[in-house]
């Protein structure tokens, strides 16, 4: 059983590396497209990278031929969107394969 204030990723980041977010080709084009910062998408591009910069673990893995994958969730203007992104725990780099609507992300991070 998790003790309440135990992080749900439990791990901690050795001291001066956090974790740092790069976005793939597809995820940029997207990111310049709509605008980091566009408010039609909630929670924004930018707020759901502060978040994976922060703990990248706290979105759950999938599973599958996703298992490697987890992803965040967004919506645009109501619509069911993902941020799929894997992590190197070595490098503490989590990479962000594309930000799409919800079945097209998942087609492109199982590429």
């Known amino acids: 059983m998790r003790q309440e ?3 749900l990723s439990a791990t901690p980041a050795p001291a001066g590396r956090a974790w740092r977010v790069e976005l793939s080709n597809a995820a940029s084009r997207v990111a310049a497209h709509y605008g980091r ?3 039609d998408f909630n929670p924004t591009i930018a707020e759901i990278i502060a978040k994976l910069a922060d703990d990248p673990k706290q979105f759950e893995k999938k599973f ?4 490697h994958v987890r992803a965040a969730p967004l919506r645009y203007r109501n619509a ?5 992104y894997v ?3 070595q490098e503490r ?3 962000v394969i594309t930000i799409d609507k919800h079945d ?5 991070a199982s590429r």
Not at 104 to 108: E, Q, S
């Open 87 to 89: 992590i190197d725990e």
């Open 5 to 7: 204030d135990t992080p």
């Open 104 to 108: 097209a992300a998942y087609r492109a």
């Open 80 to 84: 069911p969107w993902r941020m799929p």
């Open 93 to 95: 780099v989590v990479t």
């Open 64 to 67: 599958g031929k996703l298992r």
């Open 37 to 39: 910062d566009d408010p």
